[in-house]
């Protein structure tokens, strides 16, 4: 059994408090990422009728007849919007690793409220800020899911302040990287498995993710979300009640030279005497820095002597990379 655990930490002093509130809760933080890599938190300040809706609204659309989920299809290989069947994604891929396709489906929307700006609708935001693409039914999707999105935004910029402090940069470091994020609001639905899967297949293989961090909440049923620690054992996650489960990503290890960990997790299939009603719902949002923010070792984490572990990289050129594996694309294809 692995040594390792995953933290719950109140951010609520963070947000609220003194500076020493602010440091103490940022050094907590800090210790995680550079551990594990994952954390849970509570006293955010969402509240929760907000997932409520986000979540039943999803859950209803999951529901509907597949040839009317698939009118809202995602319209393109590189275009992280509408909805993705099973089989349609693998996400062992985006690590060069061969897997058979994840049982999920999806249903993901980008950034809501752009403004007629160059940088929103220039030749150079593609794909970053195409259109949303949004069913007819259930009605009141749209609403619950553009209001989720801004909560989980406000969310994420006050995670990246906590991350500015545990760093010993001044709190509003990442603000002008991330004030216009190509971050992605994505639902999970993990089917029952009625019949066993394919050897090596998983409801989402290892992975890492790839932009800043993840904001996590869902279902606790059979089947669900395991880190993989240091010593190479995988640990249930789970999230305290009313809380998110928060992890970093390739961009945030990137940026510190990887002092912090951008660990593999999976979704595991349930036990074969559960996959009667395993069903698994999760919400996941996927904090991506601006896609020309340039990714490379922030002050601090580079020692003395030392060498900057990975070439300099925008944000958006990362994404549109791992995006392309993950789905099985040729990044010529998505190019040309």
């Known amino acids: 059994m692995s040594s390792q655990s995953i933290p719950t930490v109140d951010?609520?002093?963070?947000?609220?408090?003194?500076?020493?509130?602010?440091?103490?809760?940022?050094?907590?933080?800090?210790?995680?990422n550079e551990s594990i890599g994952f954390f849970a938190i509570t006293g955010h300040g969402v509240p929760d009728s907000a997932y409520k809706a986000v979540y039943d609204a999803a859950y209803r659309f999951f529901d509907l007849p597949f040839d009317e989920k698939?009118?809202?299809?995602?319209?393109?290989p590189e275009a992280?919007?509408?909805?993705?069947?099973?089989?349609?994604?693998?996400?062992?891929?985006?690590?060069?690793?061969?897997?058979?396709?994840?049982?999920?489906?999806?249903?993901?929307?980008?950034?809501?409220?752009?403004?007629?700006?160059?940088d929103y609708v220039g030749p150079k935001s593609?794909?970053?800020?195409?259109?949303?693409?949004?069913?007819?039914r259930p009605e009141e999707l749209r609403e619950a899911w553009m209001a989720y999105f801004r909560a989980m935004h406000r969310l994420a910029d006050d995670i990246m302040r906590i991350f500015a402090v545990a760093l010993d940069l001044p709190e509003s470091w990442f603000a002008d990287k991330t004030d216009k994020c190509i971050s992605l609001l994505r639902a999970q639905n993990y089917p029952d498995?009625?019949?066993?899967?394919?050897?090596?297949?998983?409801?989402a293989g290892a992975?890492?993710?790839?932009?800043?961090?993840?904001i996590l909440r869902g279902d606790?049923?059979?089947?669900?979300?395991?880190?993989?620690?240091?010593?190479?054992?995988?640990?249930?996650?789970?999230?305290?009640?009313?809380?998110?489960m928060i992890n970093i990503g390739d961009l945030m290890a990137q940026w510190t030279n990887d002092r912090w960990v951008s660990t593999l997790h999976r979704v595991v299939n349930p036990p074969v005497d559960q996959r009667s009603g395993s069903r698994r719902l999760s919400i996941a949002f996927f904090h991506q820095p601006n896609y020309d923010a340039v990714i490379e070792c922030i002050p601090g984490c580079q020692p003395e002597g030392g060498v900057a572990r990975h070439?300099?990289?925008?944000?958006?050129?990362h994404k549109r990379m791992k995006f392309a594996k993950a789905n099985n694309v040729k990044i010529e294809a998505i190019a040309s």
């Open 70 to 76: 698939d009118l809202v299809k995602r319209p393109s």
């Open 80 to 118: 992280s919007r509408g909805y993705n069947a099973v089989g349609r994604e693998s996400l062992a891929y985006s690590l060069d690793v061969s897997a058979p396709f994840d049982l999920k489906e999806t249903f993901a929307i980008g950034p809501v409220d752009l403004p007629a700006d160059p």
């Open 11 to 32: 951010i609520a002093d963070f947000l609220n408090g003194s500076d020493a509130d602010k440091a103490r809760v940022a050094a907590a933080i800090a210790a995680a």
């Open 126 to 136: 593609y794909p970053h800020f195409l259109p949303n693409i949004w069913p007819d």
């Open 220 to 244: 606790d049923s059979p089947g669900g979300l395991q880190v993989r620690t240091r010593d190479g054992d995988w640990i249930d996650a789970a999230i305290p009640p009313g809380g998110f």
């Open 207 to 214: 992975h890492s993710d790839y932009g800043a961090l993840t």
């Open 193 to 203: 498995q009625p019949t066993p899967p394919l050897p090596g297949q998983l409801r």
């Open 311 to 317: 070439a300099p990289i925008t944000s958006g050129d």
